[in-house]
């Protein structure tokens, strides 16, 4: 798969201080993918929109 037109961010539930950050690009056709700030080249989740936002949807009526 072809990710070098991914849009990374930083997840805005990543802490400040260096912590447990992730990063999201979700601007790819068909596809979210997720990966570590802090291990940038330690591989990349990748998510079906749906299932992302279902991910999402989920952990967010956790809290």
């Given at each position: ?13 990543s802490g400040n201080n ?35 936002r279902d991910f999402v ?7």
């Amino acid at each position: 798969m072809d990710v070098t037109g991914a849009l990374w961010r930083k997840s805005t539930k990543s802490g400040n201080n260096g912590g447990s950050c992730v990063e999201v690009a979700d601007n790819l056709s068909g596809v979210v993918l997720v990966r570590d700030t802090k291990d940038r080249d330690g591989g990349t989740l990748t998510f079906a929109p749906q299932a992302w936002r279902d991910f999402v949807g989920f952990a967010r009526a956790q809290h």
